[in-house]
């Protein structure tokens, strides 16, 4: 491999102008694709198998007029603190009439005539349905919405699918302006700091734009595009780093420019190349979850990252013969003393280090022990927006349940209308239930509705024992079926699969990447100790997000705000992301320690020489993709703000407690050991050369004609 990644390397230094026109030309057919094609993302979460889900799509065969796919909104109409909405009812009724009038509403319902008025008189609630689902409403229709509701004296709040969400800010802006930073003070150059982030951008406009105009054919969660984002720009950086300083390295050592780059993309990029398969298989593996959201977040994310490390290995050599010797130092960096301080004092007291490291990932780790895992919802948007401000209205005048309710559905051969009201009298006395509606026949007559409203919001630990509760009640049926659904009821079902998921996703993600990592290193006890490591690092990365996002404890800093709950996606979309990242730092570190050992080296002095080497520049690429993570932070959107923050954690824990301390301990007190591969599995595996022993033997092969251009 590295022979070949060698020859590309050199052909598109060489060929530098056609490679960049190529890559332009990818680029503006994919912008032109997104422009033409690209459609809104849906919200909305399915969880196919559950009975959650298998009732909401009965719900929506049996009752169509309920539009369960159409977009909806809650009107809070609430009167001053110590007044009530007492002579208000003609202008709450004018403001419904025309909120009736607006784009795309097909009902504004009365909350006098459906008794959505607190027993105070000071909160009511008008629900307001569509005709499309929220995906398709333009800003105008918004905008409609909010002005037609606008009631003077009055407190009008909104929340739901169909109101604005909050606007982005521009976090990652200042996490790439930060990474500019490092990269210019690891770098030395202004042209050589400002390559990654060039072929960054264009990686990710590629990435993007292709996954915007799939939109039209498949179906893409509108979180995607963001998290494809944060990953591919992190990832994009990072792999671009590696192959300049090796590039750098390669000059400084004597070969001509052309030659450097070959070389760098032979051995760097044969490093980036089992990188970023690591990340792909990671982010791939999530369509065995089953979920269709995961899927779409994986395969957009891992989509992104294969055209990084296509961009890597393509455009950053063409653009380095064009910078010619602007990329380069004016001197040869003295940081590598600082890694080789580092690596001779792990070395010489492994144990020590080894059990100071573990020990201190396992105390962060320890609040991981109390996840409770849910969906984010209008409770925990950003206090200063209009749906944050109507839920708290809406739990104050009616109770924290009205924002979750409950939705039975009866089935029963016979009258399903009394059978339904039998069901919810015993509904409804059952502990935990605040008040149940009466029941909504179909025009079949054979299936009922029945609305639940608990006592406790939709991620009260109360509502998830009243769901299991009730199913318990009918499970034996009796001739009377009873599902639960709902979009609380989902959530909590959509938490339970995930949950459920964690290990054999862990187990298949783990599993490829371990044969992965036996076929880079040639080695048994290296893949091990680098998943070993990686448990230790999502541990701990688990219990900084508890910490954080579950118990509050940096509530109000960066604008950070917890739920009480962690996102339920988030732990299997960490698993396959932080093994990504964890693998790339393994693969980058560990393949200059194995290139020594190749050498001849001992492998103490292979660990040594190694962390000299590479530990400079694994610690910028590591500050850079905490520095990019930690810009997504800002969010207002609570998921994107979970996950920058558990993916900057994760870097932190896994590049400087792991990677840089753990596994040089570990591959010193392991020695030659280390490197040990059974015969039978010597004989299996292909030779990778990922160090690129290989290339000594290999010429470059120069075309008839070609050009070489120095300077």
């Not at 422009?35 to 009752?63: K, N």
């Not at 006395?429 to 509606?437: E, H, I, M, R």
């Not at 769901?467 to 318990?472: G, M, S, T, V």
């Not at 103490?604 to 694994?618: F, I, N, P, W, Y």
Request: aromatic share 6%; glycine share 10%.
């Amino acid at each position: 491999m590295a022979v070949f990644l060698a020859r590309v390397g050199r052909f598109c230094f060489r060929r530098r102008w056609t490679v960049v026109l190529a890559w332009t030309g990818l680029l503006v057919a994919a912008l032109a694709g997104a422009a033409v094609l690209s459609e809104p993302g849906p919200d909305s979460f399915s969880v196919p198998g559950t009975e959650a889900q298998r009732a909401s799509d009965l719900v929506a065969r049996r009752f169509p007029q309920a539009g369960a796919d159409r977009a909806s909104a809650r009107i809070v109409f609430a009167a001053p603190a110590g007044r009530s909405l007492a002579g208000r009812r003609a202008d709450i009724e004018r403001a419904l009439a025309r909120i009736g009038a607006a784009p795309q509403v097909a009902e504004a319902a009365d909350p006098y005539a459906r008794r959505m008025v607190s027993a105070d008189g000071r909160v009511a609630m008008a629900e307001v349905a569509f005709r499309v689902p929220a995906y398709e409403l333009t800003g105008a229709d918004r905008d409609a919405l909010r002005g037609a509701a606008r009631v003077p004296g009055l407190r009008v709040e909104m929340s739901g699918d169909a109101v604005a969400p909050p606007q982005e800010g521009a976090g990652e802006l200042l996490g790439v302006a930060v990474a500019a930073i490092v990269l210019l003070a690891a770098l030395g150059s202004f042209v050589a700091a400002g390559l990654p982030l060039l072929t960054a951008a264009a990686g990710i406009a590629v990435g993007l734009s292709a996954v915007g105009a799939a939109t039209a054919f498949v179906e893409i969660d509108s979180d995607a595009p963001a998290l494809a984002l944060m990953l591919g720009l992190a990832v994009a950086i990072d792999y671009a780093l590696f192959i300049i300083s090796r590039y750098r390295q390669e000059v400084l050592d004597g070969r001509d420019l052309a030659d450097a780059a070959g070389r760098a993309a032979g051995t760097a990029g044969s490093a980036v190349v089992f990188a970023g398969l690591t990340v792909v298989i990671a982010l791939a593996g999530l369509a065995v979850v089953g979920i269709p959201v995961l899927t779409q977040l994986g395969l957009a994310a891992a989509f992104t990252v294969a055209v990084a490390v296509a961009v890597a290995l393509t455009l950053l050599p063409a653009l380095l013969g064009i910078a010619g010797r602007r990329a380069l130092p004016r001197r040869r960096a003295a940081g590598a003393s600082a890694g080789l301080r580092w690596g001779r004092f792990v070395t010489a007291r492994p144990v020590t280090v080894l059990l100071a490291a573990v020990a201190g990932l396992l105390v962060a780790a320890a609040p991981a022990l109390d996840l409770r895992l849910g969906l984010p919802d209008d409770g925990t948007a950003p206090p200063g927006t209009t749906q944050r401000r109507a839920y708290d209205l809406l739990a104050d005048g009616f109770g924290p349940g009205i924002n979750g309710p409950l939705l039975l559905v009866v089935q029963a051969p016979g009258d399903a209308k009394a059978a339904a009201r039998r069901v919810a009298s015993e509904v409804g006395s059952l502990g935990g239930v605040a008040s149940v509606d009466s029941p909504v026949v179909d025009r079949a007559g054979g299936t009922a509705l029945v609305r639940v409203v608990p006592d406790g919001g939709p991620t009260s630990e109360d509502t998830e024992d009243l769901i299991h509760a009730i199913r318990d009640r009918y499970r034996s049926g009796n001739g009377v079926a009873v599902a639960v659904t709902g979009q609380t009821a989902i959530d909590i079902d959509m938490s339970d699969k995930l949950a459920g998921a964690l290990v054999p996703y862990l187990a298949v993600v783990v599993g490829l990447a371990f044969l992965l990592l036996a076929l880079v290193f040639r080695s048994v006890l290296v893949p091990l100790k680098a998943t070993l490591g990686f448990l230790l690092s999502v541990a701990a990365t688990f219990g900084a997000v508890v910490a954080v996002f579950q118990w509050g404890s940096l509530d109000g800093l960066l604008g950070l705000h917890s739920s009480g709950v962690i996102v339920s996606l988030l732990p299997v979309m960490l698993i396959g992301m932080v093994f990504g990242l964890a693998m790339d730092y393994q693969v980058f570190l560990v393949t200059r320690m194995r290139e020594e050992h190749v050498r001849g080296a001992a492998p103490t002095d292979a660990v040594v020489t190694g962390l000299a080497q590479g530990g400079r520049v694994v610690t910028a690429a590591a500050v850079i993709m905490i520095s990019v993570f930690s810009g997504f932070v800002l969010s207002d959107t609570p998921m994107v703000q979970s996950f920058g923050f558990a993916l900057a954690a994760a870097v932190l824990f896994d590049a400087f407690a792991v990677r840089m301390t753990i596994v040089p301990a570990v591959m010193a007190l392991l020695g030659r050991a280390g490197w040990w591969l059974p015969a039978p599995l010597a004989r299996v595996l292909p030779h990778m050369d990922v160090e690129g022993a290989r290339l000594a033997d290999a010429p470059p092969r120069v075309a008839v004609g070609s050009s070489v251009e120095s300077e």
